[in-house]
């Protein structure tokens, strides 16, 4: 079984910032990428930042240069620094990760979401 459990969202002023943690746990032999996405009320999910597990990033354009995407390997974790947030950031924020467990299998894991309000 593997879980993702996401922490950090909450309510801030535009123009201020937030850092989203996600840390996957479980029977976890290995994961690929990981990545950060998100849902507004009435639209898709979209794609805000993705890392390899060599460190290569990937960022939507709405979001480059205000937001940095990292990770740390050894704590099976992944962060979003959000700074100089707008309130079109406003959204749930959902963690995803490509794992290899020990049972063999491999599958894309969702968290369960954190909420993010940026207020103007």
Known sequence: QVQLVESGGGLVQAGGSLRLSCAASGSILSINAMGWYRQAPG????????????GSTNYADSVKD???????NA?????????????????????????????????SYWGQGTQVTVSS
Do not use: H
């Not at 205000?66 to 740390?72: A, E, G, K, Q, V």
């Open 43 to 54: 639209k898709q999910r979209d794609l805000v930042a993705t890392i390899t597990s060599g």
């Open 66 to 72: 205000r937001f940095t995407i990292s990770r740390d």
């Open 75 to 107: 704590k099976n974790t992944v962060y979003l620094e959000m700074n100089s947030l707008k309130p079109e950031d406003t959204a749930v924020y959902y963690c995803n990760a490509d794992i290899w467990t020990y049972r063999g299998t491999y599958s």
